[in-house]
């Protein structure tokens, strides 16, 4: 498959503010999919993860990315997976496709499931460009009417959060900017307090699991590696830790957030506020370079935290489900 009639068929996903922040974002875009590219046909691949998830479906083509053809012509690739590691939740992921992000094009993907029928997927996994927290959709947008009946059902499951590091810098700052300090830590360090701060929020919220994990040792070591893993403290005192780490990804380039959580005393002050500021002044960025990251839906202190730096909802990672299966629970 060649990179010019991938990106052709992903051009009408990019979000536009992605092309407006990246001129580069064609190239971007197509360095991004291309590994998940490589692997279609990849029958070693397929048997790897074939045998580490263990479940009765033989052929490792059936577990490796494939392109599909679909009815009208065009084509989908994509691959099974399954939410969160857990073999009771498989789902369609579609990586690329010439069907369009709008109801039409949905209900054209719906055939995959049938490619995908030994897994018993709940359903298909899209990167819709926008925010798609709502079922209610300006005028002329089709997606909506997916939603409301004669279509697949179509839920948000993590929104992709960005803003341009320069934009995030000049943004009125947090009052309590100055009393927030970043001090570098080490990745065993930073995740077991990580881990501690979780413990203490999952017991007031017990949802939060579905939202958030806490970062492990292993999963920190890039930023540390790149001077971007840190202990907050306020006035002093030790509040939270937050990190980040060179990840160019949906057409972007730039930074992916990967930890900020702060503790009790220290959480609603406006505090996750000053500590993402500090953060994107601690960042090496260049002038197109963004910091993103995933937020779910209804993790609305996240978002609010986001949306209070200047980032934006840019695209959403969706769940689409035709009618006839179950879909994600």
């Given at each position: 498959?060649?990179?010019?009639?991938?990106?052709?068929?992903?051009?009408?996903w990019?979000?536009?503010?992605?092309?407006q922040?990246n001129?580069?974002?064609?190239?971007?875009?197509?360095?991004?999919?291309?590994?998940?590219?490589?692997?279609?046909?990849?029958?070693?691949?397929?048997?790897?993860?074939?045998?580490?998830?263990?479940?009765?479906?033989a052929?490792?083509?059936?577990?490796?990315?494939?392109?599909?053809?679909?009815?009208?012509?065009?084509?989908?690739?994509?691959?099974?997976?399954?939410?969160?590691?857990?073999?009771?939740?498989?789902?369609?992921?579609?990586?690329?496709?010439?069907?369009?992000?709008?109801?039409?094009?949905?209900?054209?993907?719906?055939?995959?499931?049938?490619?995908?029928?030994?897994?018993?997927?709940?359903?298909?996994?899209?990167?819709?460009?926008?925010?798609?927290?709502?079922?209610?959709?300006?005028?002329?947008?089709?997606?909506?009417?997916?939603?409301?009946?004669?279509?697949?059902?179509?839920?948000?499951?993590?929104?992709?959060?960005?803003?341009?590091v320069?934009?995030?810098?000049?943004?009125?700052?947090?009052a309590?900017?100055?009393?927030?300090?970043?001090?570098?830590?080490?990745?065993?360090?930073?995740?077991?307090?990580?881990?501690?701060?979780?413990a203490?929020?999952?017991?007031?919220?017990?949802?939060?699991?579905?939202?958030?994990a806490?970062?492990?040792?292993?999963?920190?070591?890039?930023?540390?590696?790149?001077?971007?893993?840190?202990?907050?403290?306020?006035?002093?005192?030790?509040?939270?830790?937050?990190?980040?780490?060179?990840?160019?990804?949906?057409?972007?380039?730039?930074?992916?957030?990967?930890?900020?959580?702060?503790?009790?005393?220290?959480?609603?002050?406006?505090?996750?506020?000053?500590?993402?500021?500090?953060?994107?002044?601690?960042?090496?960025?260049?002038?197109?370079?963004?910091?993103?990251?995933?937020?779910?839906?209804?993790?609305?202190?996240?978002?609010?935290?986001?949306?209070?730096t200047?980032?934006?909802?840019?695209?959403?990672?969706?769940?689409?489900?035709?009618?006839?299966?179950?879909?994600?629970?």
């Amino acid at each position: 498959m060649r990179n010019t009639d991938v990106l052709e068929a992903l051009a009408a996903w990019v979000p536009p503010v992605v092309r407006q922040w990246n001129p580069r974002w064609e190239a971007d875009v197509a360095d991004w999919v291309e590994p998940d590219l490589s692997l279609v046909g990849d029958a070693a691949w397929g048997a790897t993860v074939r045998d580490a998830v263990q479940l009765p479906v033989a052929d490792p083509l059936a577990w490796a990315n494939r392109r599909v053809e679909l009815s009208d012509g065009g084509w989908a690739v994509a691959g099974i997976r399954f939410r969160g590691r857990d073999v009771t939740k498989p789902f369609v992921d579609v990586i690329a496709t010439t069907a369009t992000p709008d109801a039409d094009g949905l209900g054209r993907l719906a055939a995959l499931m049938e490619h995908y029928a030994a897994f018993a997927p709940l359903c298909l996994r899209v990167h819709l460009p926008g925010d798609r927290r709502s079922h209610v959709r300006p005028p002329g947008d089709r997606l909506g009417a997916a939603a409301g009946g004669g279509g697949p059902d179509v839920r948000p499951d993590q929104l992709v959060v960005a803003g341009r590091v320069q934009d995030m810098r000049v943004h009125p700052r947090s009052a309590r900017s100055a009393d927030v300090e970043l001090v570098p830590t080490t990745p065993d360090a930073a995740a077991e307090h990580a881990a501690t701060l979780y413990a203490g929020i999952r017991r007031a919220r017990p949802e939060l699991d579905e939202w958030a994990a806490p970062s492990d040792a292993d999963g920190l070591e890039s930023a540390a590696d790149e001077g971007l893993l840190f202990a907050v403290t306020v006035d002093g005192v030790p509040a939270g830790i937050v990190a980040a780490e060179r990840d160019d990804a949906y057409g972007m380039t730039g930074f992916a957030v990967q930890e900020i959580v702060l503790d009790d005393a220290h959480r609603g002050q406006g505090l996750g506020t000053a500590t993402m500021q500090r953060l994107a002044d601690a960042l090496p960025a260049a002038p197109d370079d963004v910091l993103w990251g995933h937020i779910h839906p209804d993790n609305a202190a996240s978002l609010a935290n986001a949306e209070s730096t200047g980032r934006q909802v840019v695209s959403t990672l969706t769940w689409v489900t035709p009618e006839g299966h179950p879909g994600m629970p």
